[in-house]
Structure formats: C-alpha cells, structure tokens
C-alpha cells in the first residue's frame, strides 16, 4: 500500500518531453506537431512509435500490456478495469472518471440517420426528444440487463428489438452494439466496481474465498471472492493462471496482493478447498498474518463426503433403485 502513495496527482505531473515535442521546440514552434495535446492518461503509459498524427503505440507502465494506437478512452477503461497492476489512488481516480462519463458520444444509429427515402423504424411511431439523464438510465439498465441475462450485443440492432423500444418509449434512441458493448459497458463496470469498493472498504470481518479450476478453453482460473458480514459476495478479482506454476508460494504471493489491496485488517479469515498447494498456500498467509483465520471450506468437505458415499455399493443401488421410481 505504501507504494501507492508514491504516485503523484495527475495535475502534478509535468508533460512528457517527447521526440516530437522536442524538435517542436528546437525548431521554435511551440505548438504541439500531433494537433491536440496527449490526454494526461499517457503519463501512465509508455508512448512508442508514432503510427499517425498524435497518435502513438501505447505500453501501460504498471502491467506492459500493449496497443498498436492508444486511444484515450481505451487507456482509461484499462487502468480504471482491466489493469492488474495498477496503483491503487491511479485506480481510484481512473474509476471514478469512466464511471462518471456521460453518453455525449452515443452514436446515433445509421438507421435513424437514414436520408435516403427509404421508410425507417421510427417512421411508424411518434417521437420527442427524451432529456439526456432519462437517456442514460436506459442506457444504464439495457447495458446490465444484456450483461446479466447473457444476451448477445447484437440484439440491440435487431428490428424487432427496436420496435419493441420504440413502442416502450419513442424518443428513446438505443444505442449500437459497438457503444453497448464498448463504452456503456466499460462506464457501468466502473459505476458498479466503486460501488463495490465502496462497500468492501466500509466493513470488517471479511472472508476471502479462492478456488481454481481448468475452463473449457484449457485457462487456469483462479477466483478470488471477499464474502462480507451481511451476506453479500463480491467476485474480487479473476486471474487466468495458466502460464505460472501453481506452488504454494506463488498462490500465497496472489493471495497476499488481494489483502494488501483490500487490508489486512479488514480480513478476519481465508477460505479454500484442501488442495496441497492451495492449504499450504493458506498456512503461509496466516503465519504472516496470525489474525486471518485459516478456514477448510466446509462444502468442499461435504461434496468429498457424498462422493464417497455414493461411491458404496449400498448407496450406488439405493440411487439406481429410486431412479426408475
Ligand atoms: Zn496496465
């Protein structure tokens, strides 16, 4: 934690002095060569060839990933979401920046656009302008309910979708699949992300659950999940371990990192399955913090126990029996 206070204010960042800037001013023109001044996002990357005017290959400092143009939104919803390394006040603020993005850039879409004479779907119904805020709570609710009813982003361009938003609510414009997916998407991951934060850091007694398992597309995923007092769990973090031996003591470096993010003090015990790796894994955390409880998970107990009895031979015709009832 004490890294992250290391990391100055936006505003106190100087601008870089890059290779453009420099030949800027040797040459005497104080105007930027690129047109428009970077985004203060780049002093967290690292800018590398120039692909366009003002445009350059981006490297984030914290986690090396890479893009081939970095685009200012991009940069922000990564360090905001996506980065897995990124200190925690750059975190705090790039949250709350997407998060408080309004839908000024929501395409219109080309359907409504249209000029051709062709009859369009609004045609049929009436229209008036809805004020921005209503716009963005719908914007809001259609982008959770296609989230988490798994709906494909390419229904919200389907016309009978459309015709049903538009017998809803007229003067609603829904927006295209590449704005729900992208940034509707990115700014309510945010808005949910702080809420969350929000609640962690404002409660004691937490229980930190992890658990790995091999996904059907052969990635290692490990979970990390923070139950709270009141019931509530929150997925924390979700890491694809595949290209790193799964020792003890690297599960307990992963481990660590979440309760240093989340505070040691808040966290009152650790839970996982009996695995090897992962029990040694827990014993090294509660040596280093005595106060964390180390927790056997009890349905993991439980599943072991049934397997085992339905492994008996009673068992097995008692089931075999009861099924054709
Ligand atoms: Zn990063």
New binding site residues.
């Given amino acids: 934690m004490d890294t992250l206070t290391s990391i100055s204010p936006i505003e106190a960042i100087e601008p870089v002095n890059t290779p453009v800037n420099q030949q800027a001013q040797q040459s005497g023109k104080e105007k930027w060569l690129g047109g428009r001044p970077l985004g203060a996002v780049w002093q967290h990357f690292s800018r590398k060839s120039k692909v366009s005017p003002g445009k350059f290959e981006a490297e984030?400092k914290?986690?090396s990933?890479t893009w081939k143009r970095g685009e200012v939104p991009i940069l922000e919803e990564?360090l905001a979401s996506h980065?897995?390394?990124?200190p925690r006040l750059v975190l705090r603020e790039y949250i709350q920046k997407v998060g408080a993005r309004e839908n000024i850039s929501n395409k219109k879409r080309k359907l409504d656009k249209s000029t051709t004479g062709q009859t369009t779907i609004t045609a049929f119904h009436d229209s008036s302008d809805l004020p921005e805020a209503r716009t963005n709570r719908i914007n809001r609710a259609l982008v959770k309910f296609f989230v988490c009813c798994g709906i494909s982003y390419k229904i919200v361009e389907h016309l009978l979708f459309l015709d049903l938003l538009k017998e809803l609510n007229a003067g609603y414009d829904p927006p295209t699949r590449e704005y729900l997916s992208g940034c509707l998407l990115e700014t309510e991951l945010c808005v949910i992300n702080d809420k969350i934060e929000e609640d962690i850091m404002n409660q004691q007694n937490l229980t930190l659950a992890l658990d790995g398992w091999t996904s059907g597309r052969h990635q290692s995923i490990w979970n990390f999940v923070i139950l709270t007092p009141s019931r509530k769990e929150y997925l924390y973090q979700l890491l694809d371990l595949l290209s790193n031996l799964h020792t003890a003591e690297f599960l307990a470096v992963k481990i660590e990192d979440v309760i240093e993010k989340i505070g040691p003090n808040r966290i009152s015990a650790i839970v996982s399955d009996n695995a090897a790796n992962v029990k040694k894994a827990r014993a090294i955390i509660s040596e280093k913090y005595p106060r964390i409880e180390n927790v056997r998970c009890i349905s993991h107990c439980i599943n072991l126990i049934a397997c085992d009895i339905v492994c008996h031979t009673f068992a097995d015709r008692l089931l075999r029996k009861n099924r054709y009832r």
Avoid: G, Q
Avoid at 83 to 86: A, G, Q, T
């Fill in positions: 984030c914290y986690c990933k990564h980065c897995s390394n990124v």
